[in-house]
């Protein structure tokens, strides 16, 4: 009888423990610095989390343009993320940055998954910016960025345009990411209006070159009439472009795809691709800090607090739109 | 006590923890030895430990699973996709999803086991195969799932995130298992000399075919409580982490060649590597040396494990 007396006093013990997560998570207010000085203050951390830290796409836009904003401003930045795509990781990075109290949170949108996390930064009274995707269901005090849909739908209007509204189409990237479904979105929409295009296929080439390449042999294979190929990821057009060559069809077959590293500008040049949508992702991150920035110094106080008023003190939402790169403007970006 | 120490990787890899702990605690006092920071590490290692313990089991036998991480994520997204969709209770949806891993890994189990398919083979066909699945299943994955299966993830217990109790009760139950029942003590033998454990009458086959899917359940297990955390069931959960648990099973004291380790080792081998991750964080080390210095870690931890065994055989 002792013992059940015991189980059950300490079953009761451990629901007591419990606790469910909350359903709405509460804003805390922000953390500020009354300077409204143009230069930081010097112990002033803002840290940009991402996955795929490597990706030479955004070592080349996104970080060397954080950097630079941190050595104008004369304020520490930090890098960090796992090196491989992996949203659970990043995650996990964010959790532990929280805990370090930064002074800012630039955070790269990689999946709607992150919008707990998020919420959790913007709880703990971090100002949290979010770039590249918006994160829906989060409270994020602002994101700058480019809308998918909208990059698919550039890249459907030209493949139009290009093949006459007529032939077979195929397009790829890495299947099952959220931005990229978008676009494969707004490239269907417009190819479905044009009744003489066949979509061909679907393919995930994995964010490999080799990859990419390996699948468009296989789609002039299956395909020798193929008219055009749009790619969705930054490894995607090297990879069309590389087995298009080999096959000797460049400039027949025509292709579309997206950033505009130095290797995708000079295949424009080359003419054997005929298009890039391109982000400003500089803009992204540059001016994600500085609204970071804003926050934290009050450089335009529009309530006396914020967080209390339900506002924030910069733009929520920008839309930096998207580069059209061809051959008539190429050498703009390569002589930059 | 010394001995102890040089002999067993789980008495030296504590000291290592502990020694690593309490340097990093010096050097940054405000920020690394906090409640919510040793909370944070080892909820960041709790799915990983989880899968560990699996592949503990397996190593130990002397097989190996590449197809956990696809397991994991077909896991989430089946029980997502099945609740979201089909408006399938929680439970129900989460014996289905368990199901799912259950039948992977009797697969994998049947033909490694009984068709003496390599394990390597069949685990990497398998794994693109589920991977696959998963994209099927989830397209760019589901968000919005049910209330109560988040909070199987996100609820607490005495303060502690739940994800880290399945850990330890994960750990705790294998730990007694291997050590204290003759079933599970028979995959050291196996792992050591197949050929003897069979002829001494061990069910080899059918006991290889457990491990494997005792692996698949823990890491559909895993694939559940992640998505419960996240909110959300991705497709692209668990891409590496095949070898990131193999790694930390090794350091933890297995051996590719079998017969070798114990589970708290898994434990220990995972907590080392989320306690590394944690300190680059923090000292905001960029995530271009983060692999290299977790590399140089791992293969000079390895040394000086094998240093300390040469001296204890010189010594004993």
């Given at each position: 009888m002792l013992r059940f007396y015991i189980i059950c006093t300490s079953l009761l013990l451990l629901l007591a423990g419990c606790e469910l997560p909350p359903k709405n998570q509460i804003s805390a207010g922000l953390t500020t610095h009354k300077t409204n000085d143009s230069v930081g203050v010097a112990n002033e951390e803002y840290v940009m989390v991402t996955t795929a830290v490597t990706m030479p796409m955004y070592v080349n836009h996104d970080q060397a343009a954080f950097k630079r904003w941190g050595e104008a401003r004369k304020v520490k930045v930090s890098i960090l993320g796992p090196a491989d795509w992996d949203v659970p990781a990043q995650i996990n990075t964010i959790e532990e940055v929280i805990g370090t109290k930064p002074t800012g949170l630039l955070i790269n949108?990689?999946?709607?998954?992150?919008a707990q996390v998020i919420n959790k930064a913007v709880a703990a009274g971090i100002p949290t910016v979010v770039y590249d995707s918006d994160i829906p269901g989060s409270n994020r005090h602002a994101f700058l960025g480019t809308d998918w849909y909208e990059i698919g739908k550039m890249q459907g209007e030209e493949i139009v345009k290009l093949t006459g509204g007529k032939g077979k189409i195929a397009y790829m990237g890495i299947l099952g990411l959220v931005n990229m479904e978008q676009g494969f979105e707004g490239l269907l929409n417009v190819l479905k209006k044009y009744p003489e295009i066949e979509v061909v296929g679907k393919y995930d080439d994995k964010a490999n070159v080799e990859e990419a390449a390996r699948i468009t042999s296989d789609i002039l294979s299956a395909h020798p009439d193929i008219a055009g190929i749009c790619g969705f990821d930054s490894n995607s057009g090297p990879g069309i472009a590389l087995a298009v060559k080999e096959a000797g069809k460049a400039g027949k077959i025509k292709i579309t795809t997206v950033d505009w590293e130095p290797e995708h500008l000079q295949l424009v040049k080359e003419g054997v691709i005929q298009m890039l949508a391109g982000q400003k992702r500089e803009l992204f991150t540059w001016y994600g800090a500085q609204f970071l920035y804003d926050m934290v110094h009050r450089t335009n106080p529009l309530a006396q607090n914020d967080a209390e008023a339900g506002i924030t003190s910069v733009p929520y939402n920008i839309n930096t739109g998207l580069l059209k790169i061809t051959s008539e403007n190429v050498d703009q970006f390569i002589n930059r | 006590m010394i001995h102890k120490i040089l002999e067993s990787r789980v008495y030296s890899l504590s000291i290592l923890l502990v020694l690593a702990a309490l340097i990093t605690s010096v050097i940054f006092p405000s920020t690394f030895p906090t409640f919510e920071n040793f909370s944070q590490i080892l909820l960041n290692l709790s799915v990983d430990t989880i899968v560990a313990v699996g592949m503990m089991l397996l190593l130990i036998s002397g097989a190996f699973d590449l197809s956990v991480g696809s397991v994991l994520a077909f896991t989430g997204c089946l029980t997502a996709y099945l609740m979201h969709f089909f408006g399938f209770p929680v439970p129900l949806a989460l014996t289905i999803g368990l199901l799912g891993a259950f039948m992977i890994g009797w697969v994998n189990g049947y033909l490694i086991a009984y068709q003496n398919i390599n394990p390597m083979i069949q685990t990497l066909a398998m794994m693109g195969i589920v991977r696959g699945c998963a994209l099927m299943v989830s397209g760019s994955g589901i968000q919005n799932l049910p209330y109560w299966f988040n909070a199987i993830g996100q609820s607490k217990l005495l303060g502690i995130q739940m994800p880290i109790w399945y850990m330890l009760a994960t750990v705790g139950c294998f730990t007694f298992l291997t050590s204290k029942t003759i079933f599970f003590r028979r995959y050291y033998y196996i792992g050591s000399n197949e050929r003897a454990a069979d002829l001494s009458g061990i069910q080899v086959k059918k006991m290889k075919m457990v491990a494997f899917i005792i692996s698949a359940m823990l890491a559909g297990l895993s694939g559940i409580l992640l998505s419960s955390r996240l909110g959300a069931a991705l497709p692209t959960m668990g891409r590496g982490l095949e070898l990131r648990v193999i790694t930390a099973v090794i350091l933890g004291g297995a051996t590719l060649t079998g017969g070798y380790g114990k589970i708290p080792g898994a434990f220990l081998g995972a907590l080392f590597m989320g306690l590394v991750s944690n300190i680059m964080v923090i000292a905001r080390v960029s995530g271009y040396w983060q692999e290299i210095i977790l590399g140089l870690i791992l293969i000079a931890t390895l040394w000086l494990d094998k240093y300390l065994q040469k001296k204890y055989s010189e010594i004993g």
């Amino acid at each position: 009888m002792l013992r059940f007396y015991i189980i059950c006093t300490s079953l009761l013990l451990l629901l007591a423990g419990c606790e469910l997560p909350p359903k709405n998570q509460i804003s805390a207010g922000l953390t500020t610095h009354k300077t409204n000085d143009s230069v930081g203050v010097a112990n002033e951390e803002y840290v940009m989390v991402t996955t795929a830290v490597t990706m030479p796409m955004y070592v080349n836009h996104d970080q060397a343009a954080f950097k630079r904003w941190g050595e104008a401003r004369k304020v520490k930045v930090s890098i960090l993320g796992p090196a491989d795509w992996d949203v659970p990781a990043q995650i996990n990075t964010i959790e532990e940055v929280i805990g370090t109290k930064p002074t800012g949170l630039l955070i790269n949108g990689t999946d709607p998954a992150i919008a707990q996390v998020i919420n959790k930064a913007v709880a703990a009274g971090i100002p949290t910016v979010v770039y590249d995707s918006d994160i829906p269901g989060s409270n994020r005090h602002a994101f700058l960025g480019t809308d998918w849909y909208e990059i698919g739908k550039m890249q459907g209007e030209e493949i139009v345009k290009l093949t006459g509204g007529k032939g077979k189409i195929a397009y790829m990237g890495i299947l099952g990411l959220v931005n990229m479904e978008q676009g494969f979105e707004g490239l269907l929409n417009v190819l479905k209006k044009y009744p003489e295009i066949e979509v061909v296929g679907k393919y995930d080439d994995k964010a490999n070159v080799e990859e990419a390449a390996r699948i468009t042999s296989d789609i002039l294979s299956a395909h020798p009439d193929i008219a055009g190929i749009c790619g969705f990821d930054s490894n995607s057009g090297p990879g069309i472009a590389l087995a298009v060559k080999e096959a000797g069809k460049a400039g027949k077959i025509k292709i579309t795809t997206v950033d505009w590293e130095p290797e995708h500008l000079q295949l424009v040049k080359e003419g054997v691709i005929q298009m890039l949508a391109g982000q400003k992702r500089e803009l992204f991150t540059w001016y994600g800090a500085q609204f970071l920035y804003d926050m934290v110094h009050r450089t335009n106080p529009l309530a006396q607090n914020d967080a209390e008023a339900g506002i924030t003190s910069v733009p929520y939402n920008i839309n930096t739109g998207l580069l059209k790169i061809t051959s008539e403007n190429v050498d703009q970006f390569i002589n930059r | 006590m010394i001995h102890k120490i040089l002999e067993s990787r789980v008495y030296s890899l504590s000291i290592l923890l502990v020694l690593a702990a309490l340097i990093t605690s010096v050097i940054f006092p405000s920020t690394f030895p906090t409640f919510e920071n040793f909370s944070q590490i080892l909820l960041n290692l709790s799915v990983d430990t989880i899968v560990a313990v699996g592949m503990m089991l397996l190593l130990i036998s002397g097989a190996f699973d590449l197809s956990v991480g696809s397991v994991l994520a077909f896991t989430g997204c089946l029980t997502a996709y099945l609740m979201h969709f089909f408006g399938f209770p929680v439970p129900l949806a989460l014996t289905i999803g368990l199901l799912g891993a259950f039948m992977i890994g009797w697969v994998n189990g049947y033909l490694i086991a009984y068709q003496n398919i390599n394990p390597m083979i069949q685990t990497l066909a398998m794994m693109g195969i589920v991977r696959g699945c998963a994209l099927m299943v989830s397209g760019s994955g589901i968000q919005n799932l049910p209330y109560w299966f988040n909070a199987i993830g996100q609820s607490k217990l005495l303060g502690i995130q739940m994800p880290i109790w399945y850990m330890l009760a994960t750990v705790g139950c294998f730990t007694f298992l291997t050590s204290k029942t003759i079933f599970f003590r028979r995959y050291y033998y196996i792992g050591s000399n197949e050929r003897a454990a069979d002829l001494s009458g061990i069910q080899v086959k059918k006991m290889k075919m457990v491990a494997f899917i005792i692996s698949a359940m823990l890491a559909g297990l895993s694939g559940i409580l992640l998505s419960s955390r996240l909110g959300a069931a991705l497709p692209t959960m668990g891409r590496g982490l095949e070898l990131r648990v193999i790694t930390a099973v090794i350091l933890g004291g297995a051996t590719l060649t079998g017969g070798y380790g114990k589970i708290p080792g898994a434990f220990l081998g995972a907590l080392f590597m989320g306690l590394v991750s944690n300190i680059m964080v923090i000292a905001r080390v960029s995530g271009y040396w983060q692999e290299i210095i977790l590399g140089l870690i791992l293969i000079a931890t390895l040394w000086l494990d094998k240093y300390l065994q040469k001296k204890y055989s010189e010594i004993g």
